[in-house]
């Protein structure tokens, strides 16, 4: 069984700054792995077979140990990112950098040749193939050389159009503590990096810090940083039976499925959606996401005198984004039906323009019909108007409100 914690976190301290995604900071939830082995024969040579299982993750692994060498074969499926791969690897923090629909039911299956002792240790290199609904197939090429002090991997995740991302981890283990190094980086810029370091304070406390960083096109705002402290402890209970995560890092055909849970968990994280399905910008609030499409349409509103608009939705992973603008004509504009939004996402407010001073318009201001589109939709509603205002009309309250201005 899994250990049973022992002393609750004694010490958070979280500091954050630059700007923190929604959701983003939230801790995944997912179930403690746990591990079922069955093996045949004796010393250098054997037969071995695991299971793994966590949450809707199920990853089943059989291996054949001779002397010097090793040979597996791994399949599993589940849904969303691989609870059964190290942390560093399967954090929600970092899939939404790189897409939000990293969710959707995945199948996959590989193979792997082990080497040792090689230089002192262990040399592992395989492959691995990725299927998921609506995304491309992938595969992750992954290498990993592991000692009793040293564990370095490498991943190269590759699709139909070439490399979609690559990874790299190392994990030190010293009298002092293990540190653990990490980086993953993908298309456009986008990477998150993490570093940390646990010390045994005694037999059953640890002290650990952590500093994790992650940047992205996707968001308007840049990225994320933020360190963390903690303090935790366990019962020093016998693993058993069924043995979790921790208690089968270990060389041999154990560690083996561990890395090959990781490679599918890498890949989930850097290559889990399509790119061109996903190029709307993203913004923390819903007015930023108005203001923007507001402030880039307005001025060519003015200057035709031709009204444009279109919707503000909210994408799966809490943050906005707007339709382009649909071209209208000079006192009217056809939105559409507000369920014409990207798949996954909730359209939450109405924006258009009023086109230029006209003396026979109330430009500057929300007609009565745009009040009443809004409140049959149960939208709010933004509007750029010729004088440059930008301005915000809640449906729940009826209350307009001046925001500031766009250009015109």
Do not use: C
Not at 142 to 166: K, M, P, Y
Not at 332 to 343: A, I, M, Y
């Amino acid at each position: 069984m899994p250990r049973i914690p022992f002393i609750a976190p004694a010490l958070a301290l979280l500091f954050s700054y630059g700007v923190t995604l929604p959701q983003i900071t939230q801790a995944q939830t997912s179930s403690v792995p746990m591990w079922m082995n069955l093996s045949s024969g004796s010393g250098a040579s054997g037969f071995h077979t695991l299971a793994g299982l966590a949450g809707d993750e199920q990853l089943f692994f059989a291996g054949m140990e001779r002397p010097g060498y090793g040979l597996s074969g791994f399949w599993g499926q589940g849904e969303g990112l691989s609870s059964l791969s190290p942390g560093h690897f399967s954090s929600s923090v970092d899939a939404r950098l790189f897409h939000p629909t990293f969710s959707r039911d995945i199948r996959f299956s590989g193979t792997a040749l082990d080497l040792y002792p090689f230089q002192g240790g262990q040399w592992t290199v395989g492959a691995s193939q990725i299927e998921a609904g609506n995304a491309p197939d992938r595969t992750n090429w992954f290498t990993q050389w592991r000692s009793q002090r040293w564990d370095v991997q490498l991943f190269q995740i590759r699709h139909s159009e070439g490399i979609a991302a690559h990874a790299f981890a190392l994990n030190l283990r010293l009298p002092i503590g293990g540190v653990l190094a990490s980086h993953i980086a993908g298309r456009d810029q986008t990477g998150t990096r993490l570093l940390s370091w646990e010390v045994n304070l005694s037999h059953r406390l640890k002290l650990g810090f952590q500093v994790r960083d992650g940047r992205s096109t996707r968001y308007t705002e840049g990225g994320y940083q933020r360190w963390l402290v903690s303090l935790s402890g366990s019962s020093g209970l016998p693993p058993g039976v069924h043995r979790n995560q921790e208690a089968t890092e270990r060389p041999g055909m154990a560690g083996t499925a561990l890395l090959a849970a990781a490679a599918v968990g890498v890949a989930l994280v850097a290559s889990s959606g399509s790119d061109s399905a996903d190029s709307q910008l993203r913004y923390t609030k819903q007015h930023d996401a108005a203001r923007n499409v507001i402030n880039g349409i307005n001025p060519t509103s003015v200057a035709e005198n031709r009204e444009y608009g279109g919707w503000v939705y909210q994408n799966a992973d809490a943050t906005f984004s707007a339709t382009e603008p649909r071209k209208g004509t000079v006192d009217t504009v056809n939105l559409g039906s507000p369920l014409e939004v990207p798949g996954g996402t909730t359209t939450t407010a109405s924006y258009h323009t009023h086109g230029a001073y006209d003396p026979a318009y109330d430009n500057e201001n929300f007609s009565p019909t745009d009040i009443a589109l809004d409140n049959a939709w149960a939208l709010d509603g933004y509007l750029g108007t010729p004088a440059g205002y930008f301005k915000y009309h809640h449906y729940i309250t009826g209350l307009v409100l001046t925001l500031g201005t766009v250009a015109n």
